[in-house]
Structure formats: C-alpha cells, structure tokens
C-alpha cells in the first residue's frame, strides 16, 4: 500500500557556473523516514532549498502528493504556498523567531491554518476571538506534544541550543504538514539529546502521520532510523538503498574517506 | 578608574578642542570684517569633554561589571518579569526598576491611565494657545511614529521614506482646497487613502530588497515625492506652496485662532487615539504576528507559510495611512505647506522617535515622540546646540539602552497545569 507522495526527477540547480544539485532523481513514500547524507558542500541543503521553494531549480521538476489529493508539481512556487500545501522543514542553522515567545514561534506555524484577516484584526469580532484562542490552545497543546511547555512565555533565543532544536520541530509541525524537511537536527546536540531528537522523530512519524526527510551528519542516528538513504557528492546521487547497503557501498566510503582508503 | 582611561579621556578631549576650534573660537564679524578670538570657548569645551568623557567611561564600565547580574543579563526574566523579581535591591537601578514595578501595577493602572487622561483632555484649558500649539505638533508626531512603528518596529524593515506619504496627506488636503474648495473633513479621509495608495505603490517594488538596499530605495522615493511637489509648481504652487489652507471647520461656525487650535487639538487627540487602537489590535492579531515573524526572520516565515508580499504591502499601507491622516491635520493646523516642510530630516526625526522610544513598543513610541519633539521646543535656549544634544542623546540611547526607553515585553500567556485552557 505504498503510495508516492514525493517525486523529484531530473533536478538541477546552477549557481553561476556551480552545479550544486546535478540530475537528481528522489522518491518517497507515506510514512517513510528516508535520509539524505554526503560530505560538507555535497548540496544536500541546497536540494531542500529547491525543493520547499527558497530557490526555484534551474531543471527537473518536483511533484507533491498531499493526501486526498492530486499530485501536481510544485516547481517555482514561492515557499509560503510550498508550506501551505503541506511540506514543513527546518533549517540547518536555527532559524526561530528569537524574539518572540515560544508560544509565539508556534501560532506563527499555525498561520496558514487560520483566516483572521485585517477586518477581523480590527473588529475582532466573535469568529476572530474564538479562532485566537483556539490557536493559543492548540499551539500549547503542541507544545506539550513536544515537551517544551515549561518554556512557553520565554524568548525562543533565550532556549538551551537543544530546545531550540526541538522548538523548530514543533514550529514546523504546528503547519499540519504531511511531510516534515530536516535539515540537520542533531547538529551540536549532545548523545543524550540526540537519543531523545531519535525517539521524538520515530513518535512524530508514528503518531502525527507525517512521513520525515532528513538531512543528518550523525552517521548512528541516520542508520537506527532511515529506512532509506540517498547518498549525494558533488552534487551527484552517488548511492541508494537500505542503511545496510550504504554502509557497505565502497562509492559511499570513497566519498566519505578518501581515494586512498577504500583500496 | 585606571590612570590610561584618564589619559585618555584628555586626549580625547584635546582632539574635541583641536575639532571644535574652527567654529568655536573664531568668528568673523561680518560687518566690521574682523576676526573675533573667543578663547574662553576652548576652555569650556575641553572642560566640558574631559567630565562628559569621565562620565562616559565610568557609565560603561559599571554596564560591564555590574555589582550583581542585572536581570536581563539572565536568561529566563526576560518576558515574564514581575516585580518581585527585581525587589531587594539597594542601587539605584534596581530602586527604579521596583518603582516601576509598582507604579505599573494592576491596581495602579487604571488610576494612572484615568489621571492622564484628563490631563490629556483638559490641556487646552490649562494651558496658552503657544503650548497647545506645541502639543498638537507633538501628536502629529506621535501618529507619524505610531504609523512608522508599523514598518519598522513591527516589520523590521529600514524605512526612511515615511514622510512622503505625510506630504501626499497634506498636499492632499492643499490641492483639493486650492482647486475645488474641498474642507477638511473630506479631505481627511481622501488624504488617508491617497496615501495608503502611495504606500502600497512603493511597496511593490521593493519587496525583494532588505536593510540597507530598502533605505535608500525608500529615501530616493521621498526625494523624488518631495522634488515633485517642488517643481510641479501650477499645481503645487512649487517652493512657495500652498497658503490659506482652512483649519477644520464645525458646521460652518466662524472660530477665533484660539478655538480653532483648541479644537484641531482635540482632533488630533482622537486621531491618536485611533491610531493607537487600530495599531494595538493590528499588533495582537494573526496577521501582526505574521509581520513580527517577517521582521525576525523572513525566510522562517515564509517556511512557515506567511505570504512575504502580501504581509509587507500590508505593513506598508497601514503605516501610510496614518502619515496620510497626520499630514491633512498637519496642513490644517499650519495653513501653509511647502516642500521644505517634507524633508528626509523630518523623516529622520521620526524615525528616531521610534528607535528611541523603543521599536514595537506602542507606549515607547508615544514617550520617544513626545520627548523628542517637546523637550528640544522647550530648549529653544539651546537652539544653538540642538542638533549637537540630538546627535548626543542617539548616541547615548543606542550604547546604553539599545532596545529603547520602553522596550517592547512579549505577551505571556499562563495555562492551566492540564487543562492547557489559555488567558492571558
Ligand atoms: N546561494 C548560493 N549561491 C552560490 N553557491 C551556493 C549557494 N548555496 C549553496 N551554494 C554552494 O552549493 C554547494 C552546496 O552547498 P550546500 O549548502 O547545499 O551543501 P550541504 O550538502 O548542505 O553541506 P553541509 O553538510 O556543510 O551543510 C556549496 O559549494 C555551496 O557553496
Ligand atoms: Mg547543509
């Protein structure tokens, strides 16, 4: 009962005269958790910026399945109608509201789920009041879901580097996605956080039904929860295939150690 | 305090002498063309310099040390700071922050609120015309900053324009007057929406620039609005103007200058007063959030959903408004524009009524501007230096306080252990 949910075909992104992402091919299924890996520079975060709209690619074409939906393409749309239609990330190098609270930085995820417009800011009438507190509610409500409720009225940039991992996470979520863009979520946790973020994914993809792409460095969290995993260098896919197989692909320990080692 | 920092402190000193010689020790006396030495003015500014300096420096190392961590220097306080939480200390600091504490109080507020009110509405009955005229030039400010607050303060984005759109609301009000008769109550919703107009018409383009490339942009615009009205000059009257504009007219009644100021005051109020609505519901409502959000961060927020275009032409419009309702008040109340009157300084100086009161904080903003326009009109003594005292103040605003006089606190809400019921 595999169904596709995301198919990204042929996709080239050219900087200049830098090829950061070359013919890319990457499928998904629902409920997947599938990893992307390579060395620094490969143009893994690049690939994610093509494909939740921050750059437009220069080829290829990416089609979303949302579910109950048609698959449609969503190649060169602005990245707000990307999030709207269902495909949430987050950023390698935090990027959380840090002035506003916690709280806050979740209402914001919940912004394309509400209508309030100036009107309704204004007049606040019956309808505006009731939907500001019902995302107050549910916000706190995913809060909790989270395990970040003791920090809800604190700044987000006043967060220890580990919580404001996770409240990325929960920001992302609070956009009722049905598939959730990691861009490297383990970096600069330590082992303990890193086994919670392991345990947070596994229940988000379990419990949320929301299928996870991720970009990790963490060799250990990538092999115990991937099903699948791309391997990308220079911009190339150079290997695909259970965590099993990468591991034993000598292309893959090429890139990742050297010319000389895998001899 | 270290001998080197005395030291230094001299030279810098002497260096502010050596500056300052040109234009306060020599002056040539234009009619009997000769050279006036005035050597006492080198003591006093080298005096001068050498205490403010000492000052200077001793402020900021106490900022570097304090004697115990200040409470914004911790991590949690920073939202949810009540006032038990800043009590018990013996500085002069942590006194003030305890009065201020209870002086914001729930039971206080309200008393507070009620007596400056009624300050506010019995101004022009306790006062001259010379000062009620004043404080209509300080509320029009205020709206300005209100309005700018938007873009700024909210937004995040570097606008250094804004007064153009207050001269689309006054040469509104002036051209309408000048070739059909229009009044002021007409004019003033026109005004408004013209420049609400403008707003959105700048907006457009320069939604894809950010920071320094978005000033000058901006900057250009209200140069180029200003130049137009310059040099448009069958309709604009050019450098000359536009004079005899009426004051705000009730039901025809003929109003002595006195009355005609005492009731333009009280427009302006309610015109304050709305504005401070409208922004303070704008600010806690689904799409205020999403500006804030853009302003943090916008490729965040785009992540998250929010429509970049769509939140800044929003951002834009709504602050252009109140520039354009402040600039057909403005035009009533002096009778006369020109273009001198929309300069990139007027922009400046409201700008930094929002940047010295505190950006996104609406009582802030108000204090900034009231402090900014009134306290120079009540130094005309100093009329002289009044330019040097604003440069020193920024200056002192932006090492010292950075966030402002009153910065902007979050809204905290508090939930229900369980429940997650929210109030706030
Ligand atoms: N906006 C840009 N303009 C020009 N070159 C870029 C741009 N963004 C990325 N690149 C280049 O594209 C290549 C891929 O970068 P990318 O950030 O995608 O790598 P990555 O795989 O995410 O690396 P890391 O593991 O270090 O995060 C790099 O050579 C980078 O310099
Ligand atoms: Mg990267």
């Known amino acids: ?263 | 305090m270290s001998f080197q920092e005395i030291k230094r402190t001299l030279g810098v000193a002497l260096w502010f002498v050596f500056l300052t010689f040109p234009i306060m020790v020599i002056r040539v006396n234009q009619v009997d063309m000769t050279i006036q030495w005035r050597w006492y003015n080198m003591f006093y500014v080298g005096i001068g310099t050498f205490v403010g300096g000492l000052i200077w420096r001793f402020a900021l190392a106490r900022r570097k040390t304090p004697g115990k961590p200040a409470p914004a220097a911790t991590t949690k306080t920073d939202t949810n700071e009540t006032p038990a939480d800043s009590a018990g200390g013996g500085s002069i600091k942590d006194r003030f922050a305890r009065l201020w504490g209870t002086v914001t109080q729930q039971k206080y507020r309200r008393p507070i609120y009620a007596a400056g009110l009624v300050l506010l509405l019995a101004f022009p009955i306790l006062s001259s015309l010379y000062q009620t005229s004043i404080m209509i030039t300080a509320l029009i400010y205020v709206m300005l900053a209100l309005g700018l607050n938007i873009v700024i303060g909210l937004g995040g984005m570097l606008h250094l324009g804004y007064i153009a759109f207050f001269a689309v609301g006054a040469y509104t009000y002036g051209i309408l007057y000048k070739f059909f008769g229009i009044g002021f109550w007409v004019a003033l919703p026109l005004g408004a929406i013209l420049a609400t107009l403008a707003g959105v018409l700048l907006a457009l383009p320069v939604i894809r620039l950010r920071g320094d490339y978005l000033a000058i942009v901006t900057l250009g615009f209200a140069e180029i609005v200003r130049i137009v009205f310059n040099n448009l000059t069958p309709i604009t009257g050019g450098p000359q103007g536009i004079g005899g504009i009426p004051r705000p007219s009730l039901f025809g009644i003929d109003m002595n200058l006195s009355a005609a100021t005492t009731y333009t005051y009280y427009i302006i109020v309610a015109a304050v007063a709305l504005t401070i609505f409208v922004v303070w519901r704008f600010e806690n409502s689904r799409l205020g959030r999403a500006l804030v959000a853009m302003g943090e961060d916008d490729i965040a927020a785009e992540a998250m959903g929010i429509d970049i275009t769509r939140t800044k032409v929003i951002a834009f419009a709504l602050g252009s408004f109140w520039a354009g309702l402040g600039g057909v008040i403005f035009a009533s109340r002096t009778t006369f524009i020109n273009p001198a009157s929309f300069t990139v300084w007027q922009s400046v100086i409201v700008l930094s009524c929002v940047v010295l009161g505190g950006m996104g904080s609406i009582p802030g903003v108000i204090v900034g501007a009231l402090g900014l326009i009134l306290i120079p009109e009540y130094l005309r003594a100093f009329s002289d230096y009044r330019m040097l005292m604003f440069g020193a103040i920024l200056v002192t605003m932006m090492v010292f306080r950075p966030g402002g006089l009153i910065q902007k606190k979050r809204k905290a809400y508090t939930f229900q252990a369980d429940a997650g019921e929210a109030s706030s």
């Not at chain 1, 996709?11 to 830098?18: I, K, Q, R, S, V």
């Not at chain 1, 690049?46 to 939906?69: A, S």
Request: hydrophobic share 40%; aromatic share 6%; proline share 4%.
């Open chain 1, 1 to 263: 009962m595999s169904e596709r949910i995301l198919n990204v075909q042929d996709m080239t992104m050219d900087f200049g005269g830098l090829r950061a992402v070359n013919h890319v091919n990457i499928t998904m299924d629902r409920g997947e958790i599938i990893a992307l890996i390579g060395p620094n520079g490969a143009g893994k975060t690049t690939f994610f910026n093509c494909v939740t709209g921050v750059y437009t690619p220069t080829g290829g074409d990416v089609f979303i399945n949302p579910p109950g939906e048609d698959e449609r393409s969503i190649k060169g749309q602005k990245p707000s109608r990307i999030a709207t239609q269902g495909l949430a990330r987050t950023f390698q190098n935090i990027r959380l509201f840090g002035n506003m609270t916690v709280l806050e930085n979740v209402m914001i995820g919940r912004h394309s789920r509400l209508k309030a417009g100036i009107a309704g800011a204004l007049l606040r009438n019956r309808k505006t009041r009731e939907e500001e507190e019902q995302v107050i509610h549910d916000s706190y409500e995913i809060l909790k879901r989270i395990g970040l409720e003791q920090y809800v009225n604190d700044l987000a940039r006043n967060l220890p580097y580990g919580a404001q991992r996770r409240l990325e996470i929960a920001r992302a979520l609070a956009t009722e996605p049905f598939m959730l863009l990691l861009d490297e979520p383990a970096a600069g946790m330590n082992p303990q956080e890193t086994k919670n973020l392991e345990s947070l994914i596994k229940r988000i993809r379990d419990t949320e039904n929301v299928s996870i792409f991720l970009i990790e460095h963490d060799m250990s969290l990538v092999m115990s929860l991937s099903e699948r995993i791309y391997v990308m260098d220079y911009g190339k896919l150079i290997a695909t295939g259970s965590p099993e197989e990468v591991k034993n692909n000598p292309d893959v320990i090429k890139a990742y150690l050297g010319e000389e080692v895998s001899a």
